[in-house]
Nanobody
């Protein structure tokens, strides 16, 4: 069982930055792919970014490429999502999730993500 806790959400003006954290306690992200998903009001949840702790490969949705950066700390117990140049359309609840299959799905599918955090709200004002 992997427990995930997100933090770092908040209210920011367009063009601003936030850094989200996804932490696990009592274990590490070794042998997992860790992804960030988001769900805006009235919309389906979508994949934002993913990192494989196995090979370090990363993936980004087209909508966030060049603005968001995903990373993992050396202890492999925290994954970060640095979000720059935020836009109002980035407003959503952001969730992190862990997939024990090691590798990211470049299509951003939720399939295989067995463990989820509670979510953190990101609101970008115009």
């Amino acid at each position: 069982q992997v427990e995930l806790v997100e933090s770092g959400g908040g209210l920011v003006q367009a063009g601003g930055s936030l850094r989200l954290s996804c932490a696990t306690a009592g274990t590490t992200f070794d042998y997992y792919a860790i992804a960030w998903f988001r769900q805006a009001p009235g919309k389906e949840r979508e994949g934002v970014s993913c990192i494989s702790s196995h090979d370090g490969n990363t993936y980004y949705a087209d909508s966030v490429k060049g603005r968001f950066t995903i990373s993992i700390n050396n202890a492999k117990n925290t994954v970060y999502l640095q979000m720059n140049s935020l836009k109002p359309e980035d407003t959503a609840v952001y969730y992190c999730a862990a997939d024990p299959s090691l590798f990211c799905d470049p299509d951003g599918s939720e399939v295989g993500y067995d463990f989820w955090g509670q979510g953190t709200q990101v609101t970008v004002s115009s």
